[in-house]
């Protein structure tokens, strides 16, 4: 993986929490949760963990109501071939479409909504957790982490339709507060544009068109893994 990401499922919400999740809420955003989790999994083609976190997945949007041959189907094609992390990432990202489908279509459009912010937390924990080196910043991970302040944007102008949803209104006051570390900087690099300077622990794009110091990243960082905490735990 270009990023250098190391393997540790430690890091993971581990699949026996599935049945600690007893609230539509907790379903939702974990549901997104594991979702990324596979992706990771995938990521380094680990099979057998792959089917254990895509019976999680099945677990869970039963929770929520969602027809049980959406992730029934991509099991069974799966379990008869193994071999290709690719083939299970497609058929799993489709169910995810689906099953996004089925709850705007069946009005449930805040279960879809915490869902996405799940996974999007997920992400950028995995990507901070485990990828991003404070000691030793690598500017394509840096650049990846610093182009979550427009996912963010996005996600937060998504949100705002169901603020009808405490749970919604709840998170996307945590996320908000997120923002305010991303709004302290402005990306105006190219991609191959981006040095490091150690001895003042400064990233910054030639003609010094941006800085992002390593305290705000880091400030990211724990807060975003207090926030993650918050949603992994039942």
């Known amino acids: 993986n270009r ?3 190391t393997y540790s499922n430690a890091i993971l919400n581990p699949a026996s929490n599935k049945d600690l999740y007893l609230s539509i809420s907790k379903a939702s955003i974990n549901t997104g949760i ?3 989790d596979l992706g990771y999994l995938k990521m380094f083609g680990v099979g057998q963990e792959m089917i254990e976190y895509m019976m999680t997945i099945r677990s869970m949007s039963n929770k929520l109501g969602i027809p049980d041959s959406y992730l029934s189907d991509p099991i069974k094609s799966i379990e008869s071939d193994m071999s ?4 299970i990432m497609a058929l799993m990202n489709n169910a995810y479409y689906k099953i996004e489908d089925h709850l705007r279509t069946g009005g449930r459009e805040s279960t879809a909504g915490l869902m996405v912010m799940g996974g999007w ?4 924990y995995i990507a901070t957790q485990l990828i991003y080196n404070p000691e030793k910043p690598d500017p394509q ?3 990846r982490i610093a182009e979550q302040k427009y996912t963010l944007t996005s996600l937060l102008s998504f949100l705002k339709n169901y603020y009808d949803d405490p749970v919604v ?3 996307t006051k945590k996320l908000k507060y997120l923002k305010n570390y991303f709004d302290t900087f402005d990306i105006y690099f190219r991609k191959g544009d981006l040095e490091i300077d150690t001895a003042k622990q400064v990233l910054r794009a030639s003609g010094s068109e941006i800085t992002i110091n390593v305290e705000t990243l ?3 960082r724990d807060y ?3 926030l993650r905490t918050e949603l992994v735990t039942p």
């Open 3 to 5: 990023l250098g990401a």
């Open 34 to 36: 594991y979702g990324v």
């Open 84 to 87: 290709d992390p690719d083939t």
């Open 121 to 124: 937390v997920e992400a950028l």
């Open 141 to 143: 991970v840096v650049l």
């Open 169 to 171: 209104v709840y998170y």
């Open 218 to 220: 880091n400030e990211i």
């Open 224 to 226: 975003v893994s207090k």
